[in-house]
């Protein structure tokens, strides 16, 4: 069988769906990797795939750029011939649901967030409702990445829910990120790792940074990712400017390999103001982390109150650091047990295996092969 795989990056595929192209491979499966080119698109001819590479330009509107987008994405699929095919992201999900229409190729899309449709307001959010609402039409599966995310998508989007369900995000590769065993610290390393834009909460953890360093001594704050410059939401160029001539937060441009990072983290933090599942957190917690997240769709999920980590309020850095000084506050034991049900959560709710397995059957239902 041949598999299409088609995302916004081929960072993305990489990152997040190496695990899925890997188990697709082991069965003798072909796959087919659209996406734009970047450092990653040659990783994945490395991996065995077909790669094509395909701009699906940013947050542009423009019906021009969006139609050839459309004709180019039609050429490629005509060309490569798929049994199916598998979209991430919002403009993969729409464009590939109506060209899959037009081909009569079985098309699973992955809301993975509602992202744009919800956080945003004014015209974008109403374009892309929109294109969701006729694209979805032609979707043979829809999954989510929570509950919430998929009643909340319904209610905007008319969709038949018999074609949709719930999956645990892209999972976590236990065996890739092991338990690291919990360590008493004299210093106290608060990590998050994100793309630095305002949706990710970065503008909340820097300021609960600046807070909680005035009074703490025995606290360090780290923010690990990638800053990128021409995106509509990045954070301010000067922002950045004053964590390098600071000493109450360190700045790490993106890592390919955050696994050293999270074994120096003694609590991993996240005060997104929406996710589908975040894979940071099922990282972090994969190897034993306690977490701090904000309590909002697809963070409260990964994060047990109380149990696994802490939940803050949304856009609330004084909350944030509230959270961050009761971890302080545990004891040892309280600790290394917060550490201990992290890895347990994630074992029992996010292993990749359950997401691998969930695609199987549904291809298998799909495209009448095996």
Sequence with gaps: MKIAIIINTSWNIYNFRKGLIDHFMSKGHQVVAIAPQDDYSQKLVELGCSYYALDFPGTSTN?????????????ILKTANPDIILTYTI??????????????????????GLGTVFLWKGSLKRIAVSLYKVAFRFSSWIFFQNEEDRKDFMEVVPINPKKTSVLPGSGVNLAHFQLD??????????????????EKGVVEFSEAAKQMSLKHSN???????????GHARSVDQSL??????????EWIAHQEDIRPYLEEADVVVLPSYREGTPKTLLEAGAMGKALIASDAPGCRQVVKNGVNGFLCKVKDSKDLANKMKLYLSLNQEEKLQMHLNSRKHIEENYDEKIVIDLYERKIKELSGKK
Aim: with cysteine; net charge positive.
């Design 63 to 75: 019906p021009i750029k969006d139609l050839s987008l459309v004709w180019r994405l039609y050429r």
């Design 91 to 112: 403009k993969p999900n729409i464009y590939t649901s109506l060209v899959s229409g037009v081909l009569r190729i079985p098309c699973i899309c992955n809301v993975s």
């Design 181 to 198: 065993p919990y360590k008493k610290r004299d210093v106290t390393t608060f990590l998050m790792v994100a793309r630095l834009i305002v």
């Design 219 to 229: 606290v360090r704050f780290r923010i690990v990712g990638g800053y990128e410059s």
């Design 240 to 249: 950045l400017d004053e964590w390098k001539a600071s000493t109450y937060i």
